[in-house]
């Protein structure tokens, strides 16, 4: 029985005991817990990305900082690591974003921005800063909350000044 303890705990060296455990266990449960707010939110709005893209994106941005950070890498390192995963994101974000026949209308780009939202909270769940990542998700979920209200006036505001002006 102590041969496969000790097995056990050498395979699991990276959580070496309950606190390790808990505080990876915590920051991954957190960045796919605030993902999933703003996933279910796009998700609601009948927008692409939605619930389970946005867990994964923040959760795998936690799993990639969080496994730096244990392998005691330095500052130079984690940057070239989140850079990394930035841009990995950027290229997952690149293909949400369409452009119509028309120049003037791009669709997705809001998608692509809370994704790349999502892999930031992700970073600061992952890092540690859940403080930082809780607040950011709440002010993310703010803005995607208000821009439809803010959209419809503008829509009306600009429905306006077309009718008010020469043909």
Not at 41 to 55: D, Q, S, V, W, Y
Not at 80 to 94: N, S, Y
Not at 97 to 123: C, N, P, R
Request: proline share 2%; with cysteine; net charge neutral.
């Amino acid at each position: 029985m102590d041969v496969v303890l000790r097995t056990i705990q050498h395979e699991f060296s990276d959580v070496a005991d309950a606190e390790a455990f808990t505080r990876v266990l915590v920051r991954l449960l957190v960045a796919a817990m605030l993902g999933g707010l703003l996933g279910l939110e796009r998700e609601l709005t009948g927008k692409p990305a939605g619930l389970r893209t946005h867990m994964l994106v923040a959760l795998g941005s936690a799993m990639f900082v969080t496994a730096a950070a244990q392998t005691g890498m330095d500052d130079d390192g984690m940057s070239r690591v989140i850079q990394g995963l930035l841009a990995g994101v950027g290229f997952l974000c690149a293909g949400a974003i369409l452009k119509s026949g028309h120049q003037e209308h791009v669709y997705g780009l809001t998608t692509a921005a809370g994704l790349w939202m999502t892999a930031a909270i992700g970073v600061a769940a992952g890092l540690g800063k859940e403080t930082l990542a809780v607040i950011s998700t709440l002010l993310t979920l703010g803005i995607l909350m208000l821009e439809r209200p803010i959209q419809r006036l503008l829509d009306t505001r600009r429905g306006r000044g077309d009718r008010n002006e020469p043909s």
